[in-house]
């Protein structure tokens, strides 16, 4: 599918900030609101958009935050399905958020949270490392996030604003 300036526009809006209203959308694009629903009706019917989302910040309010891990996977793709197959059987874990198709050393990045270090420890010994095509993994806990998705994680505020790429 290919996307027309119009709905680009849109969805780099609605990127930055999934709660615009969609009056909102359409003074900022020039459009009416009816267009605008229509054309967030029609990329949400072709999976244009999967969703939406918040970014938050666990470590507000919270001292059980949860523990979060980026694995680096080595695997032995299948004949006929590549790596396709072995990452599905990984992304239906309900502990894992992310997989990627890498290149570099490593084949697969996987994104999981948990509670503890354990029990992310616990998952890639006991869950990720027992399936057939996995031949190494390698984990990397998150101390502590300082930007996500273009927003800054950070007390002073006028670090928190959403920066926006030209």
């Given at each position: 599918m290919d996307l027309d300036s119009t709905e680009r526009e849109l969805l780099q809006l609605i990127e930055k900030n999934g709660r615009l209203e969609t009056a909102t959308i359409a003074k900022l694009m020039g459009i009416t609101e009816d267009e605008t629903k229509q054309i967030l009706e029609k990329l949400e019917n072709e999976k244009v958009i999967l969703g939406y989302s918040a970014i938050i910040d666990w470590t507000k309010g919270t001292e059980d935050?949860?523990?979060?891990?980026?694995?680096?996977?080595?695997?032995?793709?299948?004949?006929?399905?590549?790596?396709?197959?072995?990452?599905?059987?990984?992304?239906?874990?309900?502990?894992?958020?992310?997989v990627y198709l890498m290149s570099g050393v490593y084949d697969l990045s996987v994104s999981i949270e948990g509670k503890t270090m354990a029990e992310v420890g616990r998952f890639v010994s006991e869950k990720l490392s027992t399936?057939?095509?996995?031949?190494?993994?390698?984990?990397?806990?998150?101390?502590?996030?300082?930007?996500?998705?273009?927003l800054v994680f950070s007390d002073n505020d006028e670090d928190k604003r959403i920066v926006v790429s030209p």
């Open positions: 935050g949860a523990v979060t891990a980026m694995i680096d996977v080595k695997v032995t793709p299948k004949r006929g399905v590549g790596f396709d197959k072995v990452a599905e059987r990984i992304y239906r874990f309900p502990e894992v958020k992310a399936i057939d095509s996995v031949i190494s993994t390698t984990t990397h806990f998150i101390l502590k996030k300082y930007k996500h998705d273009g």
